[in-house]
């Protein structure tokens, strides 16, 4: 079972037609040893929807520094799980603070909650957790 | 668990990545530590020294560069591998890395397969540098004849393990070992032989050595144990860390002694299966004893002091042992000064020759001088042959020294010649070292042509060991001699073990009496019939006789009776310059009766007749 925090909300998103998990990665997810496999998904699950907090209380108060060290990691680990299109968006997101370009956060924050919980749907397809 | 294993650690605050690239390693048989912060992968690699370090650049705290750094300084293998991920397109940090002493860096996002083929290669490379490394560092301190360490392990290890006897209040010793006849065995069995022996001699040491977990060592760290080194040649070095006192050594010394007296078979060949050429080798060992801690606890020192002391050992005859005393340093020290003296001396002009007439007892007159040899050396003096003579004969001074005393001594010929003198010989002596020298009658040839001087005017002084060595190289030089002229008396006489029947073989021409039996000549009997008994061979064989060393009236009279022609002794005179000689001789010519009693003491014995000379034969 998927638990996620309050802070994100359901929503799905249907304008990408890119699935959330490379399906390439999905495999290699699923091919890890059970234990291994388990340990990957528990981690990101606790980690990037609590990140995503701190990226967000962050960009309320236009902190850049903050916003772009959350976006990095979450960049890094949304792409070694396979979500290569949350990646990117992270990945945006770490360049625009890097330059001190933080646009409107309420349409950034939404489309990364919205692609995070797609992300955190897929993963759930995956294996136990 | 495989100590072999390679250790990696994963750096990184995210644990889903931790836990990705860990799973792959594990997989490819690495064991993986992982650390989320800068500060825990210190404590990590300090536990656990991994090999190679996988490190995430964004990190809270100490960052991936400072961490990176920090790790280089305190890794104790500046092999360490040190992977620095990074965004591909981010060449600063990049740089950044480089600068931090990253071995590589990894592009992020990271591709896994590619990383483990990646570290596997690293690691790969890293264990073909570490053997190479270790072998280069066997081949440097270890001796590659016995597997023993060698000097430079030694010298490397002894401060340690005397600053760990002083801290634990233990005291220790440094041993020095020479074999005594080893090239003997080298010289006469070939070194294959003595490669054996050595060999040999190793696997006895490390026997000798207390229980079997204190043999040598090969490594520096951990606690110091018992350690042997061979030095070279037949020369091994013993250290005994941790004594309950330094006259423990002794008992070591002691069994080491035992142990190394006791006899080797050597197998010289062996066909198949057959022992061939079987042999039982006796070898001695002379051992000196340098305990530590002492006021001269420097390593150099030590071994020196070791090593002085194993001399004094050798000396009083070997198959000894001896402690090291302050005493034999001073000597030690006095010894190499007058080496280093002794090479310049040479070159300096400080050598100089010194000539004792020989009396023809018939008629007082002195038909011929003998050369010796005195240093004059600046700051102390005339230095007396005794105090220099074995040295440049050990050392292999003695060679271009007796080259020197030849040439003077021919040269000095033509100068008395051409200050009336033309019949005076004068007679050098000719070290062992140096008649063996194959350079020799090329020398005496060259001396006397450039001093323009007749054969007959040279007389050369070779001792009886010189001739017995080798005696066919004796008979043909003595032959070339005398086809030049030049005549051969055997020195020292009678201290030897030649019999006058094999002089018989040699061309030789004079004896000379050895002074040991002409000083006791009236006090002691045996010295008596000895004295008389080779002047009456000598006789019989027609040599020419020559007392040495003669002192007093009544020698000389003893000496007459039993027909010794020729005598020589600080009764005439000391050796003199050549300058004071000449006045000596001209003093003598002019006013025979007026000169003192001791230069002519011939003279007051007229009513002494030729004895009748009475042999065995």
């Known amino acids: 079972m998927t638990t996620i925090p309050p802070s994100i909300p359901q929503v799905t998103s249907a304008r990408s037609r890119r699935p959330a998990l490379d399906p390439k990665k999905r495999h290699e997810l699923q091919a890890l040893k059970p234990d291994v496999r388990s340990r990957v998904l528990r981690a990101y699950r606790r980690d990037a929807p609590a990140v995503m907090s701190v990226i967000e209380r962050a960009l309320e108060q236009r902190d850049t520094a903050g916003v772009r060290d959350g976006a990095h990691r979450l960049k890094s680990s949304s792409s070694a799980i396979g979500a290569s299109r949350l990646a990117e968006l992270y990945g945006a997101l770490e360049t625009a603070a890097r330059r001190g370009l933080l646009g409107d956060e309420r349409t950034v924050v939404t489309e990364l909650r919205a692609e995070l919980l797609r992300v955190l749907t897929g993963l759930s397809n995956v294996g136990d957790g | ?617």
């Open chain 2, 1 to 617: 668990v495989d100590a072999s294993r390679a250790k990696i650690l994963i750096v990184d605050d995210d644990e889903t990545e931790r836990a990705l690239a860990g799973a792959g390693f594990a997989d490819d048989g690495l064991e993986v530590f992982e650390a989320t912060n800068g500060s825990d992968a210190l404590r990590v690699f300090q536990e656990q020294q991994p090999q190679i370090v996988m490190l995430d650049v964004v990190m809270p705290g100490i960052d991936g560069y400072a961490t990176c750094a920090e790790l280089r300084r305190r890794a104790a293998s500046a092999d360490v591998l040190i992977l620095v991920a990074t965004s591909l397109d981010d060449t600063e940090s990049i740089e950044l890395a480089y600068r931090a002493g990253a071995t590589d860096f990894i592009a992020k996002p990271i591709h896994f397969g590619i990383l483990r083929h990646r570290v596997q290669a690293l690691l790969r490379a890293q264990r073909e540098r570490a053997v190479v490394q270790q072998k280069i560092a066997h081949m440097a301190f270890h001796d590659e004849l016995t597997g023993l360490p060698n000097r430079a392990f030694l010298k490397e290890m002894l401060p340690y393990v005397v600053e760990q006897a002083r801290r634990r209040e233990r005291v220790g010793a440094v041993l020095s070992i020479d074999l005594d006849g080893f090239k003997r065995v080298n010289d006469t069995l070939g070194h294959a032989a003595g490669d054996t022996l050595l060999r040999e001699v190793a696997t006895r040491l490390e026997g000798c050595l207390r229980g079997s977990d204190c043999v040598t060592r090969g490594d520096l760290a951990g606690s110091p144990a018992d350690a042997i080194a061979r030095f070279g040649g037949d020369e091994f070095v013993v250290v005994l860390s941790d004594l309950a006192s330094t006259d423990d050594a002794a008992l070591v010394a002691t069994r080491i002694v035992r142990v190394l007296t006791k006899p080797f078979e050597m197998v010289l060949a062996e066909v198949d299966g057959v022992r061939l050429g079987e042999q039982e080798l006796h070898v001695n060992c002379s051992i000196g004893i340098a305990p530590f801690p002492s006021s001269e606890d420097d390593s150099d020192r030590l071994l020196s002091n070791a090593d002085a002391a194993m001399y004094d050992a050798k000396k009083s005859g070997g198959g000894k042992f001896q402690y090291y005393c302050a005493d034999m340093s001073r000597k030690a020290t006095e010894a190499l000064e007058l080496e280093t003296n002794l090479r310049r001396a040479l070159e300096r002009g400080e050598f100089e020759l010194h000539y004792q007439p020989k009396v023809r007892c018939s008629t007082g007159v002195v038909e011929g001088v003998e050369a010796l040899l005195r240093w004059r050396r600046p700051g102390v003096g005339l230095v007396s042959p005794l105090d220099f003579i074995p040295l440049a004969e050990k050392t292999g001074l003695i060679v271009p020294i007796g080259a020197w005393v030849i040439r003077a001594a021919c040269a000095q010929a033509k100068a008395w010649a051409l200050e009336g003198f033309a019949d005076l010989s004068v007679a050098v002596n000719i070290s062992t070292r140096q008649f063996r020298n194959r350079e020799l009658l090329d020398l005496i040839r060259s001396s006397l042509s450039d001093a323009g001087i007749a054969g007959s005017r040279l007389e050369v002084e070779i001792t009886e060991g010189s001739l017995m060595e080798d005696a066919k190289h004796a008979a043909s030089v003595l032959n070339e001699l005398r086809a030049l002229g030049v005549k051969v008396a055997i020195d020292d006489f009678g201290t030897g073990y030649s019999s006058l029947s094999y002089l018989r073989l040699l061309p030789v021409d004079t004896i000379k009496v050895d002074r040991s039996f002409v000083r006791d000549v009236t006090v002691n009997q045996d010295s008596a019939a000895i004295t008389a008994a080779i002047l009456a061979m000598s006789h019989s064989l027609r040599l020419e006789s020559v007392a040495e060393g003669v002192e007093t009236q009544e020698q000389v009279e003893f000496l007459m009776r039993h027909g010794c022609p020729v005598v020589q002794g600080f009764l005439f005179s000391k050796p003199l310059p050549a300058a004071e000689l000449v006045a000596w001789l001209r003093a003598r010519d002019v006013e025979p009766e007026s000169a003192s009693a001791a230069v002519t003491p011939i003279r007051r014995l007229p009513g002494i007749p030729r004895p009748t000379v009475t042999t065995g034969e």
